[in-house]
């Protein structure tokens, strides 16, 4: 038991007391040798932790670092702004001197173009079932094999991880023509879909990445309380991996999704005009002796537009979930 303070005794958490080599009297104390009033306002300036006085957070970024950051945001924004300008004006205003800064009239007419001559309306449509797919199939694997990879113990375990980031060193070029044998005369797939999906169901880095994130922040006496409790593998990786994985999970997806959006090499070999995604659509705007640069920017700024909208709608989550698997407890 704690005893009682002292006649002369303040009773204060430990760490928070008087500075050493002061005896505390004077003005601090009342004459019967209680703490003045003014002994709790001294008391605030300390942290709750009791280690020393709190700092005040000074205000905003400089001006240097505005200007930084001013400058980073134009030169990451002006590649789209002069995709714009051009693909409003028409095609001697490329070559005009000294160059437009400024949109033209020709932008909506431009677009009709592009959505008439390479059927945009069914490549934004295409587009958007094979990266829905992907980045679901990739997140599911990834979720799984580095939930697998990182707690659960198997015989070859670690020669299986390192033959997974292996297959990352061999060139995308060096398994087409095997890849495009088997879609197309094994599977009949020519021109569809499928043959852009199934190849990207699995990702050798969304299973390191998951794998490298589990193994930090997924505690293995987690994992064994529910273990105890009777959860099943399935079960612990339904309600106890998942929800650990989430911040890791929305940066994987959205990365996924990236990559798979912006795919050209693959899906122009598979498909055709009449079944395109968008970047294919974009260069079959590209295609022919005279390249139409403004609807070909036209056809590019068409889809950046979703890219945008996306992180628009989502872009608060996906950094609420990179910043929650930043914060450590």
Same mark, same amino acid.
């Given at each position: 038991? !704690?005893?009682?303070?002292?006649?002369?005794?303040?009773?204060?958490?430990?760490?928070?007391?008087?500075?050493?080599?002061?005896?505390?009297?004077?003005?601090?104390?009342?004459?019967? $040798?209680?703490?003045?009033?003014?002994?709790?306002?001294?008391?605030?300036?300390?942290?709750?932790?009791?280690?020393?006085?709190?700092?005040?957070?000074?205000?905003?970024?400089?001006?240097?670092?505005?200007?930084?950051?001013?400058? @980073? =945001?134009?030169?990451?924004?002006?590649?789209?702004?002069?995709?714009?300008?051009?693909? !409003?004006?028409?095609?001697?205003?490329?070559?005009?001197?000294?160059?437009?800064?400024?949109?033209?009239?020709?932008?909506?007419?431009?677009?009709?173009?592009?959505?008439? +001559?390479?059927? &945009?309306?069914?490549?934004? /449509?295409? !587009?958007?079932?094979?990266?829905?797919?992907?980045? *679901?199939?990739?997140?599911?694997?990834?979720?799984?094999?580095?939930?697998?990879?990182?707690?659960?113990? &198997?015989?070859?375990? #670690?020669?299986?991880?390192?033959?997974?980031?292996?297959?990352?060193?061999?060139?995308? +070029?060096?398994?087409?023509?095997?890849?495009?044998?088997?879609?197309?005369? /094994? &599977?009949? /797939?020519?021109? #569809?879909?499928?043959?852009?999906? *199934?190849?990207?169901?699995?990702?050798?880095?969304?299973?390191? &990445?998951?794998?490298?994130?589990? @193994?930090?922040?997924?505690?293995?006496?987690?994992?064994?309380?529910?273990?105890?409790?009777?959860?099943?593998?399935?079960? =612990?990786?339904?309600?106890?991996?998942?929800?650990?994985?989430?911040?890791?999970?929305?940066? *994987? $997806?959205?990365?996924?999704? =990236?990559?798979?959006?912006? #795919?050209?090499? /693959?899906?122009?070999?598979?498909?055709? !005009?009449?079944?395109?995604?968008? +970047?294919?659509?974009?260069?079959?705007?590209?295609?022919?002796?005279?390249? #139409?640069?403004?609807?070909?920017?036209?056809?590019?700024?068409?889809?950046?537009?979703?890219?945008?909208? @996306?992180?628009?709608?989502?872009?608060? +989550? =996906?950094?609420?979930?990179?910043?929650?698997?930043?914060?450590?407890?």
């Amino acid at each position: 038991m !704690s005893r009682p303070p002292a006649h002369g005794e303040l009773d204060v958490p430990f760490g928070v007391g008087p500075r050493p080599g002061r005896s505390g009297t004077g003005a601090d104390r009342s004459p019967e $040798g209680h703490a003045s009033p003014r002994e709790p306002s001294a008391l605030r300036r300390f942290s709750r932790s009791g280690r020393g006085p709190s700092r005040r957070v000074r205000g905003g970024p400089g001006l240097a670092t505005r200007l930084l950051l001013g400058l @980073v =945001i134009v030169m990451s924004a002006f590649p789209l702004y002069w995709s714009v300008v051009v693909a !409003s004006h028409d095609q001697a205003a490329i070559s005009h001197y000294p160059p437009v800064v400024l949109p033209g009239p020709h932008l909506w007419e431009h677009v009709r173009t592009a959505f008439e +001559q390479a059927n &945009f309306a069914k490549a934004l /449509w295409n !587009s958007a079932v094979v990266c829905g797919v992907i980045t *679901l199939a990739v997140l599911l694997t990834s979720t799984l094999a580095g939930f697998a990879f990182a707690r659960l113990r &198997f015989r070859g375990r #670690d020669a299986m991880l390192g033959f997974v980031v292996a297959t990352m060193l061999v060139p995308t +070029q060096l398994g087409v023509i095997p890849l495009y044998i088997m879609v197309t005369r /094994w &599977f009949g /797939w020519a021109n #569809d879909l499928r043959a852009v999906i *199934l190849p990207a169901v699995v990702s050798a880095f969304g299973v390191f &990445f998951m794998r490298q994130y589990l @193994v930090t922040a997924l505690p293995m006496e987690l994992l064994e309380a529910a273990r105890i409790d009777g959860a099943s593998t399935l079960r =612990i990786y339904r309600s106890v991996v998942l929800p650990v994985a989430r911040p890791a999970a929305a940066v *994987l $997806g959205l990365l996924t999704f =990236i990559t798979a959006w912006n #795919d050209l090499f /693959w899906p122009l070999i598979v498909l055709n !005009s009449e079944n395109p995604t968008v +970047q294919v659509a974009i260069s079959s705007l590209a295609a022919g002796v005279t390249v #139409d640069y403004s609807l070909t920017l036209t056809g590019a700024v068409i889809g950046t537009g979703p890219m945008l909208i @996306v992180f628009l709608l989502l872009g608060r +989550q =996906i950094i609420g979930g990179i910043m929650q698997g930043a914060v450590k407890a």
